[in-house]
């Protein structure tokens, strides 16, 4: 979910990173007090950024970067009340209503979050040439001047989340790696939003009071993303006109009602899908079909009847969450498959807790395709 929303970021620009290791402390119980596992993902996007991350990533991509020397004597003064050093400005819960002033040109992080910033005007990045991070986080931000990020050329890391934005500001830069644009007032996202950003890898559009219609068509135009989340908005079904490269989709706490047999045929490199928190009751026979690689799958908190069809014909899915639906029984053949058929990988997590399942009635070879039985968790949840 980049390097941040909500476990320790990774840089967005980064090649995909091996499946961490699984330690599912899980147990099969007729009544287990466990708690349901947690997957760390293969990016770790899903946390706010954490500023010690920042400055490791910024100080990796320095690394043999062509960054604008600064005359020292041309050096301003720190602003009033922030605290500079080694290229980063820190301006962080200031009560500031404005980007201040005298921001040294040599800066490549710039921490404004926690201010009351209501608007970004044209000429307060000017001379940021170098900048490389820039945090406006948990400011009243409702104005931004189409102008503003002109000069800044080199900034790869946006974080605009916690806002008043009433959309994607205008001509963000075309080296911007990451969007952090998380719960503002965004309805819509027009197209060619995002045309110029060809460099683009992780966007988080989430709790923005975002339906389908509001996403037009070409809005992801000329995008090449490995990370979108559009979580806790009103989608009423996955949208279809999202970048066909996606790795991660995160569509969780939404209005999702069901998966149509196309709904993902777009998107056929995704290896981590989260639909938790939806209302889902349907799956059409066939559609996962269309996701070969998954690796990851979260259809907790939803309302199916019955363990997805097509599960044990995906062999390099890893890890699957069903808990807390209204699952009332579990086939001998659902997850694994069968005959001569191989599976690339062995499951390392699977949660059907919290649904109305006799876990006597389940066969033992239901799941001889689990890395270990540690790795199910499977008794009734209590909450």
């Not at 320095?62 to 290229?87: A, H, M, N, T």
């Not at 090449?224 to 989340?229: D, E, G, Q, S, V």
């Not at 908005?233 to 209005?255: F, M, S, V, W, Y």
């Not at 001889?368 to 199910?376: G, P």
Request: hydrophobic share 35%; charged share 20%.
């Amino acid at each position: 979910m980049c390097s941040q929303q909500e476990k320790s970021p990774l840089s967005c620009s980064s090649a995909m990173l091996p499946i961490t290791v699984f330690a599912l402390l899980l147990c099969i119980a007729h009544s287990s007090a466990g708690l349901p596992f947690e997957q760390k993902a293969f990016w770790d996007f899903d946390k706010e950024f954490d500023m010690h991350d920042l400055l490791m990533m910024m100080k990796d991509e320095e690394d043999g970067s062509g960054i604008e020397p600064v005359d020292p004597q041309e050096q301003p003064v720190c602003p009033f009340g922030c605290q500079c050093g080694l290229r980063v400005v820190q301006c962080s819960d200031q009560n500031l209503h404005h980007v201040p002033r005298n921001i040294p040109p040599d800066t490549r992080l710039l921490d404004l979050q926690g201010n009351k910033i209501t608007e970004i005007r044209e000429n307060d990045f000017k001379g940021l040439y170098n900048l490389y991070a820039l945090v406006l986080v948990n400011n009243m931000i409702s104005k931004v001047h189409p102008h503003a990020f002109l000069p800044m050329t080199r900034l790869q890391k946006l974080y605009f989340s916690h806002n008043r934005l009433p959309a994607v500001p205008k001509n963000l830069p075309a080296s911007l790696v990451e969007l952090r644009i998380h719960d503002n007032h965004i309805k819509r996202v027009a197209p060619g939003t995002f045309s110029a950003l060809g460099t683009m890898n992780c966007i988080e559009l989430g709790r923005n009071p975002l339906q389908n219609s509001g996403l037009e068509p070409g809005a992801f135009a000329g995008l090449k993303l490995n990370f979108l989340r559009i979580s806790e908005a009103k989608l009423t079904g996955i949208p279809k006109d999202l970048p066909h490269n996606l790795r991660e989709l995160h569509l969780d706490q939404n209005q999702i009602q069901a998966i149509e047999l196309v709904d993902l045929s777009q998107y056929p490199d995704l290896n981590r899908l989260g639909l938790s928190h939806n209302h889902i009751r349907h799956i059409e026979h066939g559609s996962l079909g269309f996701v070969p690689y998954l690796r990851e799958l979260h259809l907790d908190n939803n309302r199916l009847s019955k363990v997805p069809s097509g599960l044990f014909h995906m062999k390099y899915l890893q890890v699957v969450y069903l808990h807390s639906n209204n699952i009332s029984e579990v086939g001998v053949n659902d997850f694994c498959p069968t005959g001569f058929s191989m599976k690339k990988t062995f499951y390392n997590g699977i949660s059907l807790f919290d649904n109305p399942i006799n876990y006597w009635e389940v066969q033992p070879a239901t799941f001889r395709c689990v890395a270990d039985r540690n790795a199910v968790h499977f008794g009734n949840h209590k909450k």
